[in-house]
Nanobody, 118 residues
Framework: QVQLVESGGGLAQPGGSLRLSCAAS????????MSWYRQAPGKERELVAT????????DYAESVKGRFTISRDNVKSTVDLQMNSLKPEDTAVYYC???????????WGQGTQVTVSS
């Protein structure tokens, strides 16, 4: 069983930055493909960014490319999302997801609220 705890959400002004972090436990972190998703009010949950097991591959939604950076630390068992040049449309609850690479099982964190407003 994988446990995920997100932190770092909050209020930011347009053009500002926030850094989200997700701490994983209960499983070997290097076996997990990690992703960040977000869900805005009234909208479906959408994939924001994914990072491979050893950090060598990353993928981003078009809407965040060039502004967000996903990274991971396999020693600390954490995955971060650095969010720069924030826009009001980035406002959402952000979720961390882990997928075990060899069996596809998925686990979700509880989410952290990000609000971008002046």
């Amino acid at each position: 069983q994988v446990q995920l705890v997100e932190s770092g959400g909050g209020l930011a002004q347009p053009g500002g930055s926030l850094r989200l972090s997700c701490a994983a436990s209960g499983f070997s972190f290097s076996t997990l493909v990690m992703s960040w998703y977000r869900q805005a009010p009234g909208k479906e949950r959408e994939l924001v960014a994914t990072i491979g097991r050893f950090g060598g591959s990353t993928d981003y939604a078009e809407s965040v490319k060039g502004r967000f950076t996903i990274s991971r630390d396999n020693v600390k068992s954490t995955v971060d999302l650095q969010m720069n040049s924030l826009k009001p449309e980035d406002t959402a609850v952000y979720y961390c997801k882990a997928r075990i690479w060899w069996n596809g099982n998925e686990y979700w964190g509880q989410g952290t609220q990000v609000t971008v407003s002046s």
